[in-house]
Nanobody
């Protein structure tokens, strides 16, 4: 299974970005899909996850600003990020869990929030 994340870039504070992560390969079923981030000098943290049934959960720091969604037909998970702050600057990684209990990580996409 390969994960390809995209959509990162440079944005001003208050702006928006939409991240995408496409899973490909020998996939029978995808269970939970998630986004993590790692800021410089900090540990990787969970940003949001979405189950196969559509239930979502968010880190307190992004509640009300970020929205996670998925398109099961396209094996894709999205992260809509609004009202971005400088503290959202990080490399964002997608992660998926598939049948059999395996999980996979994407390569990361850099989000920089700066004026």
């Amino acid at each position: 299974v390969q994960l390809q994340a995209s959509g990162g870039g440079l944005v001003q504070p208050g702006g928006s970005l939409r991240l995408s992560c496409v899973a490909s390969g020998s996939i029978f079923s995808i269970n939970t899909m998630a986004w993590y981030r790692q800021a410089p000098g900090k540990t990787r943290e969970l940003v949001a996850h979405i189950t196969s049934g559509g239930s979502t959960n968010y880190a307190d720091s992004v509640k009300g600003r970020f929205t996670i969604s998925r398109d099961n037909a396209k094996n894709t998970v999205y992260l809509q990020m609004n009202r971005l702050k400088s503290e959202d600057t990080a490399v964002y990684y997608c992660r998926v869990w598939v049948g059999g209990g395996f999980d996979y990580w994407g390569q990361g996409t850099l989000v920089t929030v700066s004026s």
